[in-house]
Structures are given as structure tokens and as C-alpha cells.
T-cell receptor, first 114, second 112 residues
Framework: DAMVIQNPRYQVTQFGKPVTLSCSQT?????MYWYQQKSSQAPKLLFH???????NEADTPDNFQSRRPNTSFCFLDIRSPGLGDAAMYLC?????????????FGPGTRLTVL | EDQVTQSPEALRLQEGESSSLNCSYT??????LFWYRQDPGKGPEFLFT???AGEEKEKERLKATLTKKESFLHITAPKPEDSATYLC?????????????FGEGTQLTVNP
């Protein structure tokens, strides 16, 4: 089945220790997104790639970076995680054109910062 | 600025007790409204996309409808396995690219 895969499902890191989360997709979608979701809150968009073009949200901290080496893979790098970065990180994909389409989410990576 | 408000925040139903969840939105030119289901500790699972007022979609016990100001997710004869948080999101002409604006969700509990 075509899907969005995130690894690892659970990640524990130490305060200030860089961490990388990964996302892959078999849907062949050209748009990929990274969201942060804290407990009982709505997902918050961090950035997205439209094909190779990177689009950063204005309020995304510089601590968060992303890479998309090819269509299928996208990475989220947190350079110096703080306690406030503990959250669920969601990857999503969609297809555009002919029009912005449904976003399909992966299972998420739960990040714990000690 | 786009706004999405979901109500109620939480809803408890008995098995078989039908009800509706509401999603009110204020956007500058709706391009699409999306319903997702999210189980604890998991990513949102896509349910429906609605593009224009008057549109309706159904899947098993769920039916989504759309007007110019709001969307309803009707749940008919719910079962305990329907317990989850239901998220509504909109895509508007005002936002750049494909950025969704999410509501805070309705947490549904269905008791056996």
C-alpha cells in the first residue's frame, strides 16, 4: 500500500543534542510537510517543500531545519533541542497541481527531550 | 486571517446515539475543507475533502456536509471504535502554498 512512513516512531534525545527525524513516502507526491503537534493542540506547520522549493513558516524557530534529497525522502533536523521541543512531529504529503490536494499524514515521531 | 473553530471541544455519546460535530470557518476564498480522525499517539487519518458548498460525502457511519460558513460531521449510530479526536482543516486562497489551518479538534468518546 502507498503510504507515508516515519522513523523512528519514538525518539529520546538530551537537551542540546542534535536529532534528525526522517520521513519517506511511496505516494509519489510532490509536496511534503513537517508539522509539530503538542498535546491536545492542533498540528502546527513548520515548513514544506513544493517539489525542491523550501518554504519556511515565519514563526518556525531557526533551530529547525529540513532537507529533501529526493522526491521520496524528507528530513527534519533539530540542531539544539530544548525542553519545549518535546512534541509529536508529523510528516505529510500531497499532490499539486492540478490543485492543492488532500494531505496524507504519517504515523508521527514522538520526541522526548531529557 | 483564516480561522477555524470546532465545537464541542469534547463529546460523550452512548453507542448508537447519533450526533454531529461542527466546524465553523472564516476564510478568504475556500479552496478545500478537510476532516481527519486522530487516535492518541498517531498521525491524523484522512476522512473527507469537501470543495464547495452543498457538497456531501459519506463513509460508513460518517457523513460530512459543507455550507459557506461551516461543515458538519454527522455520526450515525456510533460504535466505541469511533472514539477519537476529529480535526477539521481549511485551505484558503489567502494562505500561501498548501498551508492548512486546523481547528483544535473535537474529542469524541463513545461508551458501550
Amino acid at each position: 500500500d502507498a503510504m507515508v512512513i516515519q522513523n523512528p516512531r519514538y525518539q529520546v534525545t538530551q537537551f542540546g543534542k542534535p536529532v534528525t527525524l526522517s520521513c519517506s513516502q511511496t505516494l509519489n507526491h510532490n509536496v511534503m510537510y513537517w508539522y509539530q503537534q503538542k498535546s491536545s493542540q492542533a498540528p502546527k506547520l513548520l515548513f514544506h517543500y513544493y517539489d525542491k522549493d523550501f518554504n519556511n513558516e515565519a514563526d518556525t524557530p531557526d533551530n529547525f531545519q529540513s532537507r529533501r534529497p529526493n522526491t521520496s525522502f524528507c528530513f527534519l533536523d533539530i540542531r539544539s533541542p530544548g525542553l519545549g521541543d518535546a512534541a509529536m512531529y508529523l510528516c505529510a504529503t500531497s499532490r499539486d497541481p492540478p490543485r492543492p490536494d488532500t494531505q496524507y499524514f504519517g504515523p508521527g515521531t514522538r520526541l522526548t527531550v531529557l | 486571517e483564516d480561522q477555524v473553530t470546532q465545537s464541542p471541544e469534547a463529546l460523550r455519546l452512548q453507542e448508537g446515539e447519533s450526533s454531529s460535530l461542527n466546524c465553523s470557518y472564516t476564510v478568504s476564498g475556500l479552496r478545500g475543507l478537510f476532516w481527519y480522525r486522530q487516535d492518541p499517539g498517531k498521525g491524523p487519518e484522512f476522512l473527507f475533502t469537501l470543495y464547495s458548498a452543498g457538497e456531501e460525502k459519506e463513509k460508513e457511519r460518517l457523513k460530512a456536509t459543507l455550507t459557506k460558513k461551516e461543515s458538519f460531521l454527522h455520526i450515525t449510530a456510533p460504535k466505541p471504535e469511533d472514539s477519537a479526536t476529529y480535526l477539521c482543516a481549511v485551505l484558503s486562497r489567502q494562505t500561501s502554498g498548501s498551508r492548512l489551518t486546523f481547528g483544535e479538534g473535537t474529542q469524541l468518546t463513545v461508551n458501550p
